[in-house]
């Protein structure tokens, strides 16, 4: 199947820092990317989608200017969330999908933690 | 709003049992997924469900899709304790108001006791 490789798969940074989430389709190309956050014991909540070559789509209530997403690839979609602070800490999951198919695949997922 | 629900949110069995995790949703869609997820980790994709009457079976789990009634089933047969993990339903919101995305039901935490 498919493979989503994400990373880091675990972060822990200092409130206020930026970090960076890798997320790449190792053997397909994904026109689309998805980035999920996830609550402990809550289900996966939309966060943004992301076609290669144009800007993200947020959803409600997601801050464009603190979760910035680029998809300058077919390939690699990344979420960087910008001056992050305690309440950012969450599961981060991506998911890639090719045109013309519904599937989503997922990657590992990464765990921040601000302190 | 496309609303995905899904019931028990809990459920708690006994090892040999049999029971049925239920996924309800609120528009029209021939696309359903089941999910396991074991803490701390991603998304383990277990059925694709592509059309109304679908079936799909792996060792003790079968999911069904009934587009009609909008309901899709996971059904655990002789439980076993690795099965005790968090399953998602999740819908494929084609429709381009809904943004073409999925949609996930909050999640049934299953815990098989010995």
């Known amino acids: 199947g498919a493979v989503v490789s994400q990373h880091p798969s675990r972060v822990i940074c200092k409130s206020g820092t930026s970090v960076k989430i890798e997320c790449r389709s190792l053997d397909f190309q994904a026109t689309t990317m998805f980035w999920y956050r996830q609550f402990p014991k809550q289900s996966l909540m939309l966060m943004a989608t992301s076609n290669e070559g144009s800007k993200a789509t947020y959803e409600q209530g997601v801050e464009k200017d603190k979760f910035l997403i680029n998809h300058a690839s077919l390939t690699l979609s990344t979420l960087t969330v910008t001056s992050a602070h305690p309440e950012d800490s969450s599961f981060y999951i991506c998911s890639a999908r090719v045109a013309g198919v519904s599937i989503q695949y997922f990657g590992a997922g990464t765990r921040l933690s601000v302190l | 709003e496309l609303k995905v629900e899904q019931n028990p949110l809990f459920l708690s069995m006994q090892e040999g049992k049999n029971y049925t995790i239920y996924c309800n949703y609120s528009?029209?869609?021939?696309?359903l997924y089941w999910y396991r997820q074991d803490p701390g980790k991603s998304l383990e994709s277990l059925f694709v469900l592509l059309s109304n009457g679908a079936v799909k079976q792996e060792g003790r789990l079968m999911a069904s899709l009934d587009t009609k009634a909008r309901l899709s089933t996971l059904h655990i047969t002789a439980a076993v304790h690795d099965l005790s993990a968090t399953y998602f339903c999740a819908v494929d919101a084609r429709k381009l108001e809904y943004g073409n995305k999925l949609v996930f039901g909050a999640g049934t935490i299953l815990r098989v006791k010995s």
């Open positions: 528009t029209t869609s021939d696309r």
